[in-house]
C-alpha cells in the first residue's frame, strides 16, 4: 500500500466513551485531593509516634535521625556499632560530633533517654545521614534503610531532587534530538562508530 492513498479510518471508536468516563473520574479524584489533602505531606517522614518531622509538635525539627542502640554508646570501635531504626526521632539540626546526646526512646525499658549522637550530615533535606568519614558501618545500616524505605521516602526524595531531575530530563532531551539530527546527516558514521565503541 502506498502510505499516500492507503483508506483511513477511525479504530476502536466503541473505546472512546469509556476513555472520557475514566478521565473525568481521574479528574474529579484529583480535584478533590487538592482540596481536602495536604500534598506537603508526603514530604516529610514520620518520628517512631507517626508525627511528621517539620509539621505539628514537630514543626522545629524537621530532620529524621536514627538514634544509636544504647549498647551503642559504649563501643569503641566504630563498625560495630549499631542504630536504632526501629525508633526514628525529629530533630531540629543532625548532629556534627560524638559530644552531643538526643532524647530517645529505647523500647527495652519503655521510656526516653538521652543517648550519645554520632557525626551526621543532612540528606535531601529531611533525614541524618551518618558520616561516612567516622563509621562506615552506621552509614551502611543508613543506606539499606534508604534502599528499603517506604514509597512515600522515595516519593520525597524525588520531590525534593527535582532540579537534578528536570535538569538531567533536559539535558538527555537535547542529546536525544542532536543524536536523531546528526542520524539525519550521516548514519552510516553513526553506526558505525556504535558499533566501534561497543
Known amino acids: 500500500f502506498d502510505p499516500a492513498t492507503v483508506p483511513r479510518e477511525c479504530t476502536d471508536a466503541c473505546w472512546i466513551i469509556p476513555f472520557v468516563i475514566c478521565l473525568g473520574l481521574f479528574i474529579f479524584v484529583c480535584s478533590d485531593a487538592l482540596q481536602k489533602g495536604d500534598l506537603s505531606n508526603l514530604v516529610r517522614l514520620p518520628d517512631l509516634n507517626g508525627h511528621l518531622c517539620g509539621r505539628g509538635i514537630n514543626r522545629d525539627k524537621p530532620f529524621l535521625y536514627f538514634c544509636m542502640q544504647e549498647s551503642s554508646q559504649w563501643v ?3 563498625n560495630d556499632k549499631r542504630l536504632d531504626m526501629a525508633n526514628p526521632v525529629c530533630v531540629g539540626i543532625c548532629p556534627g560530633t560524638y559530644n552531643t546526646s538526643t532524647r530517645c526512646w529505647l523500647p527495652l525499658n519503655q521510656t526516653y533517654k538521652w543517648v550519645q549522637d554520632y557525626p551526621t550530615q543532612p540528606f535531601i533535606g529531611f533525614l541524618c ?15 539499606r534503610f534508604v534502599q528499603t524505605a517506604p514509597p512515600v521516602a522515595s516519593f520525597s526524595m524525588i520531590i525534593k531532587a527535582w532540579e537534578s531531575l528536570v535538569w538531567v530530563a533536559f539535558v538527555a532531551l537535547v542529546f536525544s534530538y542532536l543524536f536523531i539530527a546528526a542520524l539525519s546527516f550521516c548514519a552510516p558514521c553513526l553506526v558505525l562508530a556504535g558499533v566501534l565503541i561497543v
Not at 130 to 138: Q, V, W
Open 129 to 143: 545521614r551518618p558520616s561516612r568519614k567516622f563509621t562506615s558501618s552506621l552509614s551502611d545500616q543508613f543506606m
Open 76 to 78: 569503641f570501635q566504630g
